[in-house]
């Protein structure tokens, strides 16, 4: 199970069933960033698409009749629409149609009817209608998917299409089970399930055969564990994330200064850029040293190329200049994030800030971390967004302590001249009352730590105080994994399904509110260890983001669990 | 760049061996570890046990691991990497970020393509009652066109007549509107009729197709297009109504689709031409780059099916293509067209893509190995041979040994046997590599001779025409016959010697390699 070889396939088997020839890719505005995720442009020039235009925007009338058009485009109403304009004045000479999702045969029908000069030669559905992020990981570039802690019906539905198409993609009708209490959990479990039982014919894979427990889609909520992305990681992909955002395997430098003009834009693709496929859940200091190898091998080799002295020395050059290019350009993205990173770090004070992210996540000790964060609520280097993150991990951690302090440490917030405000929405969104098991459960995580904790005194850099926490997933896909009883947290919803106490082979999780890269690594351990799992969500979310879909979706409604902080309230309306 | 994970400089190299975890001294064997930990370390004292777990675990992994090998003194399993480390994984098995550095983009399994769809069918069936309808109405009309620009009368009054004749006009007189822009007709705005459907529009509605556009019509379905053409060209005057057909919107809208179609499918501009030299050039040589790197592993490797000369001779045709691709998308950047169009960018792309093809597939190819590096290749590789045979001579040896009690009771003598089996086989090995010299004059009675010599005439003509594929498989099978050949010999000249030769198991195997 890998999303990203799925997603390659269908593109591939577009490409080859049109034949040869020169080609021209017509696409909108979704399915631009899903190829583009999938192939470098330069793939895609060896593969004969030549040129690529959005249906959606500025199009040109010049008309090239010797170009094939593969036409790649979600099945909504203004696509369909703006499809069939062009066909009623066809620029290029034939067409193949590709829908990334299921169609409605009227809107077929319609389409045929514009095809009056008959330059339509293929029509299909191909389930690429995700981003796959990493083999294991995909996205619905969806970021802010509630309003008043319930569903955007437009997200919704672009949530229902997503899963479906992920699941069709890999072949899998899976036994559904969702998070048990959540609303949109089950609104998306329900519609998802509607929509398999209507295409049950696509659905028809006939896995089963060898006795296997089948496959399962876990329908998770955001707002059982709103700690991990309020985290610092230290993992390479996820610290990118962090500090400096990945949108669509981009990464944006051109607000910072000093950097080469080549290097305004990054693109980080596990598999285009072998440094980053075999390095992107390293952690930092694994990282640092790696690259510092990579730079004495380049410049090792800078050293070779600079001796021409012969006509032999000469040829040498010649041949192994392109893999020398290829190389640099590597060395040189990895060492500005790298520089990029370790210079935030070091400015906004980021080891101690995570060390006590860290404590308050996995350990309990009020008073002491209460001092702690005064203390660098305090210190001038701290940014006011990281001390924000450290207050509402502390409000979600001891929102039921009898000493707990929330109001005092807003009101330290209010003095430095932060947005308190985000403290109350967040308990709203995912305060106790909204979670189900034990997001801080005491006795595992602290045995845990007094082992680590002993060993990382001798060992250096194998375990470490900065990345102690491990996100809740990993513990519930264990439980999945292990068999256990699911029924009472995670009900089924097509139980006839269900097999007799067989954990599956397969599972898909679906995040409503947002995956995280770190819960990415954890399902990465685990399909290391020989399962087989999946994680996806409406967004991929580092703090920042998220913290603006916690604002997003509890704007404009009436708080009614955090009547201590009413002065910290957006604004009035709220109340 | 500060660091919190530790400096990895120092000690990031992975020590093998029995090392004591705490002064890093390599002790060489077990029982000497646990000696010098307890008599210098004797205050780490829940790490000893730790330790002494670990080695228990650790040595009965070896002993099953030796149980395997029966030989307890030359395996050299050792307890890897540094001992603290493996102390923490033993005791706290949490499982660490990234250990595994495997790249996870690489590790692809097997995967089928996704579910699909197809809807072409019912596309299809929906698409052609009306294309057929539009397919046989278009018919009609260039059917009548035809007759129409066939014997055309000059004159106006007799040309009216002719189309008249061919076209049977709407009788106007119940028509009191224009059908198409709903207005009345009167005294300035007349009917006019649609000269191939006879039907009646007003003037503003009216439709003109030329002549010499509706003489291209026609030619569509009829050949003797040019007479027409001719006579035609003598009528020509500059009134546009003359020297066109009134027609109505629909009637021309469906002429001038199929006459689009047609273009669009016949229409071969030059870059479409030079890509597909392009493309030939690139399926051609494909085959070409894959036999090469096959040729220059098979150098590496030390094997002796191709030689050097073969690869240079590869490499240099390959290079001459990558030449004429580069001129060719030279070529369609060449052709001229309007900047900032997307035929512009088409070009550009397409230059690209052969500039990125010639670079990572045509270029980039391995360096060839030196004559004398090869030479060294094969001179490890034979000492490398020669080894593996002595060590496997000495294996089955000691084997026999082991054995040799109980054959010895038998009263079969193996060992003996064993040695007549390598004199045997030595003096075969000089013998026959005399008579492959030889063998071009002399032997050429034996059938197998004589088709060996063939396959290298052969082989020779190939590598002249560099046919790689040929010369490795004709290479094959001449190795084969060789082999063959040999083997043939041999038996031969063991029945001579030694009678009874037929229990003899490893010769086989080692036979089988001398020859390599």
């Known amino acids: 199970m890998n999303v990203i070889t799925s997603i390659k396939l269908y593109i591939e088997k577009m490409c080859s069933e049109s034949g040869p020839g020169m080609k021209t890719m017509l696409l909108d505005k979704e399915t631009t960033s899903i190829i583009s995720m999938a192939f470098a442009q330069s793939d895609m020039l060896q593969r004969e698409v030549f040129l690529f235009e959005r249906i959606d925007s500025g199009r040109s009338n010049e008309r090239m009749k010797y170009l094939k058009c593969i036409v790649f485009i979600r099945p909504t109403k203004q696509n369909v629409q703006l499809l069939a304009q062009e066909l009623r004045s066809p620029k290029y000479g034939s067409y193949f149609l590709y829908f990334s999702n299921i169609i409605p045969r009227t809107d077929i029908k319609f389409l045929a009817e514009c095809d009056e000069s008959e330059s339509v030669r293929e029509v299909k559905e191909l389930y690429a209608d995700y981003l796959a992020v990493n083999p294991n990981l995909f996205s619905l570039n969806i970021p802010t998917c509630m309003q008043r802690l319930n569903w955007l019906p437009d997200a919704l539905t672009r949530s229902v299409h997503g899963v479906v198409s992920v699941l069709l993609s890999l072949k899998l009708n899976p036994v559904i089970r969702y998070r048990s209490g959540s609303t949109v959990a089950q609104t998306l479990a329900k519609q998802i399930f509607e929509q398999i039982t209507k295409e049950s014919s696509l659905f028809d894979f006939r896995t089963h055969e060898n006795g296997a427990a089948p496959p399962l889609l876990l329908i998770l909520d955001r707002r059982d564990d709103p700690v991990t992305p309020l985290l610092h990681q230290w993992t390479y992909q996820a610290m990118v994330h962090e500090l400096l955002s990945i949108r669509n395997n981009r990464v944006d430098l051109s607000g910072i200064q000093g950097i080469p003009k080549d290097y305004k834009e990054l693109v980080l693709s596990g598999d285009q850029d072998e440094f980053y496929g075999k390095n992107m859940y390293a952690n930092f200091g694994e990282i640092g040293s790696t690259i510092k190898g990579l730079m004495e091998e380049f410049q090792r080799k800078a050293k070779d190329q600079k001796k021409v002295e012969s006509i032999a020395d000469m040829k040498n050059f010649i041949e192994t200049y392109p893999q020398f290019k290829k190389m640099s350009g590597t060395v040189q993205k990895h060492l500005c994030i790298m520089g990029e990173l370790s210079s935030l770090t070091t400015k906004r004070n980021l080891f101690e800030v995570s060390e006590l992210e860290q404590e308050i996540a996995c350990r309990a000790e009020h008073s002491q971390q209460l001092q702690r964060i005064k203390k660098i609520i305090g210190d001038e280097r701290t940014s006011i967004n990281d001390v924000i993150k450290l207050v509402a991990l502390y409000a979600l951690r001891y929102e039921r302590h009898a000493n707990c302090d929330t109001s005092g440490l807003l009101q330290m917030i209010k003095s430095r001249g932060g947005q308190t405000h985000i403290i109350p929405s967040l308990i709203e969104y995912a305060g106790t009352h909204m979670r189900q098991g034990e997001l801080f459960n005491l006795v595992r995580i602290a045995g845990a730590i007094k082992l680590t904790r002993n060993f990382i005194i001798g060992l250096k850099g194998v375990e470490n105080v900065f990345t102690q926490h491990t996100p809740l997933l990993k513990e519930t896909l264990e439980e999945v994994f292990k068999g256990r009883e699911l029924d009472s947290m995670y009900p089924a919803i097509n139980s006839e399904l269900v097999p007799f106490r067989r954990p599956p082979q397969e599972v898909v999780v679906f995040m409503v509110g947002g995956a995280t890269y770190e819960e990415a690594l954890a399902v990465h351990q685990l399909n290391n260890a020989g399962y087989r799992v999946i994680l996806g969500g409406t967004y991929i979310h580092n703090s920042t983001s998220f913290i603006d879909e916690v604002l997003a979706a509890t704007e404009n409604m009436q708080f009614k669990h955090t009547k201590s902080m009413l002065r910290h309230y957006a604004s009035s309306d709220n109340y | ?516």
């Open chain 2, 1 to 516: 760049m500060s660091n919190p994970f530790g400096d990895f400089d120092d000690d990031g190299e992975i020590l093998e061996g029995f090392i004591c975890p705490i002064c890093r001294e390599d002790l060489k064997s077990l029982e000497f570890l646990i000696s010098h930990f307890e008599r210098l370390h004797p205050e780490e004292d829940d790490l000893k046990t730790t330790f002494r777990e670990i080695f228990s675990k650790a040595k009965k992994k070896i002993k099953s691991n030796f149980e395997e090998t029966f030989d307890l003194s030359r395996n050299n399993a050792s307890i890897s990497s540094r001992g603290s480390s493996t102390a923490s994984n033993a005791i706290a098995k949490e499982t660490s970020n990234a250990r595994s550095r495997m790249n996870c983009f690489n590790f692809m399994d097997y995967q089928e393509v996704g579910k699909e769809q197809q809807h072409m069918e019912y596309f299809q069936s929906m698409r052609n009652p009306r294309l057929e309808r539009y397919a046989s109405e278009t018919n009609k009309l260039i059917i009548r066109l035809h007759k129409l620009l066939k014997d055309m009368p000059i004159d106006a009054v007799l040309r009216k007549q002719h189309e008249q004749n061919i076209v049977p006009w709407l009788d106007g007189s119940s028509v009191k509107l224009c059908p198409n822009c709903a207005k009345s007709f009167n005294i300035t705005r007349r009917k006019h009729h649609c000269r191939l459907c006879g039907s009646i529009m007003c003037h503003d509605c009216s439709k003109f197709l030329s002549i010499e556009v509706a003489l291209e019509l026609a030619s569509l379905t009829m050949a003797h297009s040019e007479s027409l053409k001719s006579e035609n060209d003598k009528t020509a005057s500059t009134n546009p109504q003359q020297n066109a057909l009134r027609t109505c919107d629909h009637c021309l809208w469906l002429l001038e689709t199929r006459q689009e179609m047609h273009e669009s499918r016949t229409s071969r501009p030059p870059i479409i031409q030079i890509y597909n030299d392009i493309q030939q050039l690139r399926k051609n040589v494909k085959p070409d780059i894959e036999m090469y790197l096959k040729i220059i592993n098979s150098l590496y490797d030390g094997e002796s099916i191709f030689t050097l000369n073969d690869a240079s001779a590869l490499r240099g045709k390959i290079g001459q293509v990558a030449e004429a691709i580069d001129i060719l998308s030279k070529r369609i950047l060449a052709i001229p067209c309007e900047p900032g169009t997307r035929e512009e960018s088409l070009k550009k792309s397409v230059r690209l893509s052969c500039i990125q093809l010639i670079k990572e597939n045509m270029l980039a190819l391995p360096v060839l190995p030196k004559e004398d590096e090869i030479r060294q290749i094969q001179e490890r590789k034979r000492m490398e041979t020669e080894m593996r045979i002595a060590t496997e001579r000495r294996q089955a040896m000691e084997a026999y040994e082991k054995y040799g009690l109980e054959a010895a009771a038998s009263g079969h003598s193996l060992r003996t046997d064993d040695y007549a089996q390598g004199m045997d086989l030595h003096s075969i090995d000089n013998w026959t590599a005399h008579q492959i010299r030889n063998d071009d004059l002399v032997q050429s009675d034996d059938p197998l001779v004589e088709q060996i010599n063939i396959i290298k005439g052969y082989i020779k003509q190939a590598r002249q025409d560099l046919n790689f594929e040929v010369v490795e498989t004709l290479e094959i099978n001449l190795r084969e016959l060789q082999k063959e050949f040999y083997e043939r010999q041999r038996s031969l000249s063991r029945t001579a010697n030694t009678p009874n030769g037929d229990n003899s198991p490893p010769s086989q195997e080692a036979g089988a390699t001398i020859y390599k």
